[in-house]
């Protein structure tokens, strides 16, 4: 068997070394890229959170400072809503204009009536429970107390406030028994509920009250 010379000996090891080498670099250089990787990630991820964090306060500050002006305007609160609707109609619409991301604005009564404005533009979904369509600007809903039981009329309103569609059925549905309101219930000042189901459509969401 023919021996195997110290140059070619020193060349293998020297190979091997630099290999060795080689897969230390790599390893070191991945395990840092992957580092400043994840760092990086980390960074945005608490940037996005503090914008997130400070867009949701802001616009909590804002809803709850439209509920204090709101709660001095006694006559939007009296218990004659239904029967001043324009006055209802137009400070709803104000509030959902500005604030395009809220899904809709009432006001329960003590008495068990009922005036919602809902804004369909803010997702398909609404559409598609309402069963209407892009010619619905605003849907109103109305609950009122009459001979037959409690009534909801549900008004599909145009962009010109004028009623394309009207439907009215039976509900047993009462503002009093909602969470909003048994929590507005126990305190002068604006509250917010935890989050919860809402009863006109599949989703769920918190109220400022």
């Known amino acids: ?23 230390v670099v790599i390893g070191l250089q991945y395990y840092f890229s992957l580092k400043l990787a994840n760092n990086a990630a980390e960074d945005n991820f608490r940037q996005i959170a503090e914008k997130t964090g400070l867009y949701i306060e802001q616009q909590n500050n804002q809803l709850l400072q439209i509920l204090r002006i709101t709660s001095t305007r006694k006559k939007i609160l009296s218990a004659d809503v239904l029967a001043e609707q324009p006055i209802a109609m137009n400070n709803l619409i104000s509030i959902l204009r500005n604030n395009p991301n809220l899904y809709s604005a009432y006001i329960g009564q003590t008495d068990g009536d009922f005036y919602q404005l809902i804004n369909p533009q803010l997702s398909p979904l609404i ?8 010619n619905t600007r605003w849907i109103l ?30 509900t047993d549905y009462d503002p009093r028994k909602r969470p909003w309101y048994m929590l507005a219930q126990q305190t002068r000042e604006p509250v917010t509920t935890e989050t919860y189901r809402f009863s006109s459509i599949d989703s769920t969401g918190i109220t400022f009250a």
């Open 127 to 134: 559409r598609e429970k309402f069963k209407t369509d892009e």
């Open 141 to 170: 809903t109305r609950i009122s107390r009459s001979s037959e039981g409690r009534i909801r009329t549900i008004d599909m309103l145009n962009s010109n406030l004028e009623s394309v569609e009207t439907r009215t059925e039976k």
């Open 1 to 23: 068997m023919k021996p195997v010379s110290i140059k070619i000996n020193l060349l293998s090891y020297f190979t091997l070394l630099l290999m060795l080498v080689a897969l």
